[in-house]
């Protein structure tokens, strides 16, 4: 059972390139989370998303980020521009579809650096 | 926005000791996760709790969902070198069935 897969895992990007973030989840699983996580906090809600919708995008930046759950193939968190305080983890998660399971199974992170 | 407090923040505990770590919150949460974090890796989940004053073990893991719903703790007993790493608490609250918030982590070293 192949569990969160994110790629890359490091990623480096001058300002104002692009940083495209892969997330797989679980087999199974319906359910994308995408969190950020700065160094010595906690993860920060960013987006969920079911497959070819977004269900809450409330903890994302208004410009410059944007998420997408296809119908087939990985989710991608996309960066636009990305300067200096876009350095941080990202972490991809899964849950199964339906209610009442809220167990989030957390992927392995990309790092990104903006140089 | 709501906030979770956990402490403390870091524990230098030696080897066979126990361990014990919680979060606050001004916030009603329906649900209460443990998780680890090792360096350069993602959160893993340990424990689940759903019900106000559920106490749920894992194995030397054992952890408590506060009666206020506003709390919960985990204890680690007989600490060993490979329980080294960072501990987040994560909830959910009252009107949100996916959006975890989380503590800040207790990083959790182990004397030699």
């Known amino acids: 059972n192949a569990g969160v897969m994110q790629n890359p895992r490091h990623l480096v990007r001058r300002r104002g390139q692009e940083a495209r973030l892969r997330c797989s989840p679980m087999?199974?699983?319906?359910?994308v989370y995408w969190y950020r996580q700065l160094p010595e906090e906690g993860l920060k809600f960013m987006v969920y998303?079911?497959?070819?919708?977004?269900?809450?995008e409330s903890g994302m930046p208004k410009e410059r980020f944007s998420a997408e759950f296809p119908k087939e193939g990985p989710s991608i968190l996309r960066i636009q521009q990305v300067v200096r305080g876009d350095s941080a983890a990202y972490f991809c998660?899964?849950?199964?579809?339906?209610?009442?399971?809220?167990?989030?199974?957390f992927g392995p992170g990309t790092r990104l650096t903006v140089l | 926005g709501q906030q979770l407090n956990q402490s403390p923040q870091s524990m230098f505990i030696q080897e066979g000791e126990d361990v014990s770590m919680n979060c606050t919150s001004s916030s009603i949460f329906n649900t209460w996760l443990w998780y680890k974090q090792e360096p350069g890796e993602g959160p893993v989940l340990l424990i689940a709790?759903?019900?106000a004053g559920e106490l749920t073990s894992n194995g030397r893991l054992t952890a408590q969902f506060g009666i206020t719903r506003k709390d919960s703790f985990l204890n680690i007993s007989a600490s060993i070198p490979s329980d080294v790493g960072i501990y987040f608490c994560?909830?959910?609250?009252?009107?949100?069935?996916?959006?975890?918030?989380w503590g800040a982590g207790t990083k959790l070293i182990i004397k030699p």
């Open positions: 709790l759903y019900k």
């Open positions: 998303l079911q497959k070819e919708n977004i269900i809450d």
């Open positions: 998660a899964s849950s199964p579809p339906g209610q009442g399971d809220n167990e989030q199974f």
């Open positions: 994560a909830g959910l609250i009252e009107d949100s069935n996916y959006q975890l918030i």
């Open positions: 087999k199974g699983h319906s359910h």
